[in-house]
Nanobody, 124 residues
Framework: QVQLVDSGGGLVQAGGSLRLSCAASGRTFSTTTVAWFRQAPGKEREFVAGINWSGGRTNYASSVKGRFTISRDNAKNTAYLQMDSLKPEDTALYYC?????????????????WGQGTQVTVSS
C-alpha cells in the first residue's frame, strides 16, 4: 500500500515558479511509476508528467514540455514537479499518483494511488 501527500501549491504570478512535492509512505514507493495530473474547473483531468521507478524515463504533456520538470528521490520517498514559466492556463488542482506498472502511462485509470491534491493558481 502507498499513501501520497501532495504539497507546494499556491498563488503565483505568470512567469513565476513553484515546486510541488509528493511524499509517499510505504517501502514500495521506489518500485512505482509516479505521475502528476491536474484538473481545472469545468475541465477533465489531464496528464501532466510522469517518471518511472528509476527516474530514467520521463514523459510530459506537450503543453508543459520545456517548462515543467518531474523528478524523484527514492531515498526520501518523494517525487517533485518543478514548474517554471507558469501561465494562467496552468491554474488547476494538481494531484500526484502512483502505479506499480513500469510504464509511464498517461491515463489516470492506470494509477492506483492518489494524493489529495494541491491547488496551483497563476495570476495574469
Amino acid at each position: 500500500q502507498v499513501q501520497l501527500v501532495d504539497s507546494g501549491g499556491g498563488l503565483v504570478q505568470a512567469g513565476g515558479s513553484l515546486r510541488l512535492s509528493c511524499a509517499a509512505s510505504g517501502r514500495t514507493f521506489s518500485t512505482t511509476t509516479v505521475a502528476w495530473f491536474r484538473q481545472a474547473p469545468g475541465k477533465e483531468r489531464e496528464f501532466v508528467a510522469g517518471i518511472n521507478w528509476s527516474g530514467g524515463r520521463t514523459n510530459y504533456a506537450s503543453s508543459v514540455k520545456g517548462r515543467f520538470t518531474i523528478s524523484r528521490d527514492n531515498a526520501k520517498n518523494t517525487a517533485y514537479l518543478q514548474m517554471d514559466s507558469l501561465k494562467p492556463e496552468d491554474t488547476a488542482l494538481y494531484y500526484c499518483a502512483a502505479t506499480r506498472d513500469s510504464s509511464v502511462l498517461t491515463t489516470g485509470y492506470a494509477y492506483n494511488y492518489w494524493g489529495q491534491g494541491t491547488q496551483v493558481t497563476v495570476s495574469s
